[in-house]
């Protein structure tokens, strides 16, 4: 029996292991949203699939995303991974998961759950889109523009409402799966249970 992907899913067993185990499911570890967040912000002008490649690369990088670690990082260290090609080179994303870091130590001082708080962008239970086909879902929508504006006001870069939408797709924040993905009907299932 063949199984249905969303449209978007290509063959690449990367692609397909992701779409299955990962993209559109509920997750609530902190250290996982934050890799998630700077992840879609390095994604920026790309193919996700460019991301995915580089994902593990990242992690050694940074410290498994260890976000004290991250935040302590030098200009000096982040100069010798812009020069690494195992990442993507650009300046300003490199140094936004450093700056993303910081901001999110200053909003765990200030008492804030930053898991309970990303999420309390979005509607609850999680929304259930009627996605005939992929292109047709969203860019962004309020509540990624709402997310898109808490998050710059905190410090946190690469976060615009389009980038904030893939976030919240990919961590389950909404199930943006094609109606005839054999994985909307599990997503579904497991929101009613």
């Known amino acids: 029996m063949t199984v249905q992907r969303c449209g ?15 993209w559109g499911q509920a997750l609530l570890d902190e250290n996982r949203l934050f890799e998630m967040l700077c992840l879609e912000g390095q994604q ?12 593990e690369a990242y992690r050694k990088h940074f410290f498994q995303y260890s976000i004290e670690s991250i935040a302590s990082l030098t200009d ?5 991974k812009l020069e690494d090609a195992s990442l993507i080179r650009h300046r300003g994303k490199l140094n936004a998961i450093r700056e993303n870091a910081q901001a999110w130590l200053k909003l ?19 929304l259930n889109n009627d996605v005939v086909d992929y292109r047709q879902a ?24 389009t980038i904030c939408y893939a976030f919240m797709q990919a961590v389950g924040m909404v199930d943006d799966h094609e109606n005839h993905c054999d994985f909307k009907t599990i997503s579904s299932h497991l929101n009613k249970s």
Not at 8 to 22: G, N, V
Not at 150 to 161: E, I, R, W
Request: proline content about 5%; hydrophobic content about 35%.
């Open 76 to 80: 000096q260290q982040l100069q010798i």
């Open 108 to 126: 765990q001082q200030q008492g804030i759950n930053l898991v309970e708080w990303l999420w309390s962008f979005t509607q609850q239970p999680r």
């Open 44 to 55: 920026a002008g790309l193919a996700w699939i460019t991301v995915l490649r580089k994902r």
């Open 8 to 22: 978007w899913c290509s063959d690449d067993p990367l692609y397909i292991t992701y779409h299955d185990q990962e």
């Open 138 to 161: 969203p860019a962004q929508t309020i509540e990624s523009q709402k997310m898109s504006k808490a998050l710059k006001q905190a410090g946190f870069k690469f976060v615009g409402p």
